[in-house]
């Protein structure tokens, strides 16, 4: 079956950092582009960052640029999402998800989901 496992959030105080990971296995990693996504409660859930397979070429939204940065090694079959001078705003729960390409990302992108992994700033 195809899975999508995140890991490495937690509670952090503002201004500190947090490297989250996902973890896929079930489908041929290397031909799929990988998103991250987040939702706060009571918010509609938004597109943090994009990374394609063949090039390793990435996508941000404006609102997400600067902070964050998204990896990925092929050979653990994982992506990462690197994120510096957290803020409170950021709490959120952050999901990965895998389609062909980084093309389209945002609503409605994504075929496959993972659990998602808690991040929680502290003031």
């Known amino acids: 079956e195809v899975q999508l496992v995140e890991s490495g959030g937690g509670l952090v105080q503002a201004g500190g950092s947090l490297r989250l990971s996902c973890a896929a296995s079930g489908f041929t990693f290397d031909d799929y582009a990988i998103g991250w996504f987040r939702q706060a409660p009571g918010k509609e859930r938004e597109g943090v960052s994009c990374i394609n397979s063949v090039d390793g070429s990435t996508y941000y939204p404006n609102s997400m640029k600067g902070r964050f940065t998204i990896s990925r090694d092929n050979a653990k079959n994982t992506v990462y999402l690197q994120i510096n001078s957290l803020k409170p705003e950021d709490t959120a729960v952050y999901y990965c998800?895998?389609?062909?390409?980084?093309?389209?990302?945002?609503?409605?992108?994504?075929?496959?989901w993972g659990q998602g992994t808690q991040v929680t700033v502290s003031s």
């Open positions: 998800a895998a389609d062909y390409y980084c093309s389209g990302y945002g609503s409605g992108w994504g075929g496959s």
